[in-house]
């Protein structure tokens, strides 16, 4: 990601960033809370955060919260995965002959280009209204941040390094193992941080005309029932599972990103 | 890849490549041409034969009303709006943070957090508070158009020269001086590679916006969808994919020649 990235080095040198975050989010509730608390604003509209941590506990004591937030986190994951590895194998294939490349890759790009969400009422017109949608969208979106990162890994020059593991005896299996594997980690990796966002975002945007349970179905019901508290209550959860997926692959890039220098 | 370099693929090459694009191409057409009706049943697919006619009629090559450049317009303008709202207000934006250390403190970590939040998740809330018209949709695609034109020219402008900045501000230079002599010629680079990247994402915005508020193609969409009215459905998909495809087609070749700095963002 770009944005997080950016921490100015004059500002606030004593704070980490997740310290700056936390107090800016407080602060923002906390000035939320009072705007609706002192009649300037009805809750009718904006609701309040103590409403939205009512009505999460609720949720979490009716069976709302973990019916709805698993099989958006299994749609999400399982898209996410199925996503990962089919670009593995395409972009490998396609890495590995010219011609297929020339051939399909130019479809790919295409394809690339086309606005996915756009296609989501013909997926939901042709397959129905239950899960098959939302994995056929997530699969799209995600599909195309591997394949492009691991086009670009495989693409790193590497001649000399092959050609020096071959001197020093290695055969294929090794050259597989020991460098091209180690070399594609980081763009998996970055692939990932991009992806697993991109993968909330779209299984519950396709959630919001499927019939099977979900958040974004949980969100949409509370649309149409006029109810702010509801909605921002699925909101608050989708940003937090966002925030702690991100931190964790961030931590784990820094991790795997230190050999590399 | 000295094996493999443009001047010496042979046109044999060249040739086979493009038979089998084509090949694919045809395979798919008649595909889709055949299967309704007899692989799939008839109401989950169009047959492209149909998809061209009632685009004909959409185009007015018909007696019905040309009902295309009303949705292209309204949807080209929805993002179009969105792009230039977002890129001056992302600008503003970066530049305060970028100018005051005291304000950056709290800017930057407010627009972190603010990113955090699904912002396609926002839309239900967007057409409560702001009706069913195009204040929803003119705001989400604001939204989408904002982060990356913010990210960009805050991370052109931190590349700056401080020296030269220093001494521009000895020799008399007002900020809005040194903003426009020379912090935007300097950051050019960043800012248009911030427009590459959300012109694609404000056209997808301003889609998902249409198609949960029922106006533009994106309400086409919808419509059709609702209608089952298999036809108009993938008529109005061909045209938004048509669109998505020129807009990033041209990105691709301004990216080309300018050689920007754009990241790979993947969005929606």
Same mark, same amino acid.
């Given at each position: 990601?770009i944005?997080?990235?950016?921490?100015?080095?004059?500002?606030?040198?004593?704070m980490?960033?997740?310290?700056?975050?936390g107090?800016?989010?407080?602060?923002?509730?906390?000035?939320?809370?009072l705007v609706?608390?002192?009649?300037l604003q009805?809750e009718f509209?904006?609701s309040?955060?103590?409403l939205?941590v009512?009505?999460?506990?609720?949720?979490?004591?009716g069976? +709302? =919260?973990?019916?709805?937030?698993?099989p958006?986190?299994?749609? /999400?994951?399982? %898209?996410?995965? *199925? #996503?990962? $590895?089919?670009?593995m194998?395409v972009?490998?294939?396609?890495?590995?002959?010219?011609?297929?490349?020339?051939v399909?890759?130019w479809?790919?790009?295409?394809?690339?280009?086309l606005?996915?969400p756009?296609?989501?009422?013909?997926f939901?017109?042709?397959?129905?209204?239950?899960?098959?949608?939302?994995?056929?969208?997530?699969?799209?979106?995600?599909?195309?941040v591997?394949?492009y990162n691991?086009r670009?890994?495989?693409?790193?020059?590497?001649a000399?390094?092959?050609?020096?593991?071959g001197?020093?005896?290695?055969?294929?299996?090794?050259?597989?193992?020991?460098? +091209? =594997?180690p070399t594609?980690?980081?763009?998996?990796?970055?692939? /990932?941080?991009? %992806?697993?966002? *991109? #993968?909330l $975002?779209?299984?519950?945007?396709a959630?919001?005309f499927?019939?099977?349970?979900?958040?974004?179905?949980?969100?949409?019901?509370?649309?149409?029932?006029?109810?702010a508290?509801g909605?921002?209550?699925?909101?608050?959860?989708?940003?937090?599972i966002?925030?702690?997926?991100?931190?964790?692959?961030?931590?784990?890039?820094?991790r795997i990103?230190?050999?590399r220098? | 890849?000295?094996?493999?370099?443009?001047?010496?693929?042979?046109?044999?090459?060249?040739?086979?490549?493009?038979?089998?694009?084509?090949?694919?191409?045809?395979?798919a057409?008649?595909?889709?041409?055949?299967?309704?009706?007899t692989?799939?049943p008839?109401?989950?697919?169009a047959k492209?034969?149909?998809?061209?006619?009632?685009?004909?009629?959409?185009?007015?090559?018909?007696d019905?009303d040309?009902?295309?450049?009303?949705?292209?317009?309204?949807?080209?303008?929805?993002?179009?709006?969105?792009?230039?709202?977002?890129?001056v207000?992302?600008?503003?934006?970066?530049?305060?943070?970028?100018?005051?250390?005291?304000?950056a403190r709290?800017?930057?970590p407010?627009?972190a957090?603010?990113?955090?939040?699904?912002?396609?998740t926002?839309?239900?809330?967007f057409?409560?508070?702001?009706?069913?018209?195009?204040a929803p949709?003119?705001?989400?695609?604001i939204?989408t158009?904002?982060?990356?034109?913010?990210y960009?020219?805050?991370q052109?402008?931190?590349?700056?020269d401080r020296?030269?900045?220093?001494v521009l501000?000895?020799?008399?230079?007002?900020?809005?001086?040194?903003?426009?002599?020379y912090?935007?010629?300097?950051s050019?680079?960043?800012i248009?590679?911030g427009l590459?990247i959300?012109?694609?994402?404000?056209?997808?915005?301003?889609?998902?916006?249409?198609?949960?508020?029922?106006?533009g193609i994106?309400?086409m969409?919808?419509?059709?969808r609702?209608?089952?009215d298999?036809?108009?459905?993938?008529?109005?998909?061909v045209?938004?994919?048509?669109v998505?495809?020129?807009?990033n087609?041209?990105?691709?070749?301004?990216?080309?020649?300018?050689?920007?700095?754009?990241?790979?963002?993947?969005?929606?």
């Amino acid at each position: 990601m770009i944005g997080p990235s950016l921490a100015r080095l004059s500002a606030l040198p004593s704070m980490p960033r997740w310290m700056q975050n936390g107090l800016v989010t407080l602060a923002f509730l906390g000035l939320w809370q009072l705007v609706v608390s002192v009649g300037l604003q009805d809750e009718f509209w904006v609701s309040s955060p103590q409403l939205i941590v009512e009505r999460l506990g609720d949720w979490q004591e009716g069976g +709302e =919260l973990w019916d709805n937030l698993l099989p958006t986190l299994r749609v /999400a994951l399982t %898209g996410f995965l *199925l #996503a990962a $590895v089919a670009a593995m194998v395409v972009a490998v294939a396609l890495a590995s002959s010219r011609w297929l490349d020339e051939v399909l890759g130019w479809y790919l790009d295409v394809i690339y280009a086309l606005p996915k969400p756009a296609l989501v009422p013909m997926f939901l017109f042709a397959l129905g209204l239950g899960d098959s949608p939302k994995y056929v969208l997530v699969v799209l979106i995600v599909f195309f941040v591997f394949y492009y990162n691991l086009r670009a890994g495989l693409g790193e020059p590497r001649a000399n390094l092959r050609n020096a593991l071959g001197i020093l005896g290695a055969r294929r299996r090794d050259v597989v193992l020991y460098l +091209e =594997l180690p070399t594609l980690v980081p763009y998996l990796v970055a692939s /990932a941080r991009i %992806g697993a966002p *991109l #993968a909330l $975002v779209g299984t519950v945007f396709a959630e919001f005309f499927t019939a099977t349970p979900g958040m974004g179905n949980l969100i949409e019901r509370a649309s149409t029932t006029i109810d702010a508290t509801g909605l921002l209550a699925g909101v608050a959860v989708l940003t937090v599972i966002g925030a702690l997926v991100d931190n964790m692959l961030r931590r784990l890039d820094l991790r795997i990103g230190r050999w590399r220098a | 890849m000295s094996a493999s370099s443009p001047s010496s693929r042979s046109t044999g090459f060249t040739a086979s490549v493009w038979v089998a694009r084509i090949a694919i191409l045809v395979g798919a057409l008649v595909f889709l041409e055949q299967a309704p009706g007899t692989w799939v049943p008839k109401l989950f697919l169009a047959k492209p034969s149909a998809v061209g006619e009632r685009l004909g009629e959409w185009m007015g090559f018909g007696d019905e009303d040309p009902i295309l450049w009303d949705a292209l317009r309204t949807t080209l303008l929805h993002a179009g709006i969105g792009l230039i709202c977002g890129t001056v207000l992302a600008l503003v934006i970066a530049f305060v943070v970028w100018r005051s250390t005291v304000l950056a403190r709290s800017v930057e970590p407010l627009m972190a957090v603010i990113h955090n939040v699904p912002r396609i998740t926002l839309i239900p809330l967007f057409v409560f508070w702001l009706g069913n018209g195009d204040a929803p949709i003119n705001v989400y695609v604001i939204g989408t158009a904002f982060f990356p034109m913010f990210y960009n020219a805050l991370q052109g402008w931190r590349a700056a020269d401080r020296q030269v900045i220093d001494v521009l501000s000895i020799m008399g230079a007002r900020p809005r001086h040194i903003f426009a002599t020379y912090l935007l010629p300097q950051s050019r680079e960043f800012i248009l590679s911030g427009l590459l990247i959300a012109a694609p994402l404000t056209l997808v915005a301003a889609i998902v916006g249409e198609m949960l508020v029922g106006t533009g193609i994106g309400g086409m969409l919808s419509l059709y969808r609702v209608s089952f009215d298999a036809d108009g459905l993938y008529t109005a998909t061909v045209v938004a994919s048509a669109v998505g495809v020129a807009i990033n087609t041209a990105v691709g070749r301004v990216n080309r020649r300018h050689r920007t700095r754009m990241l790979e963002t993947g969005g929606l």
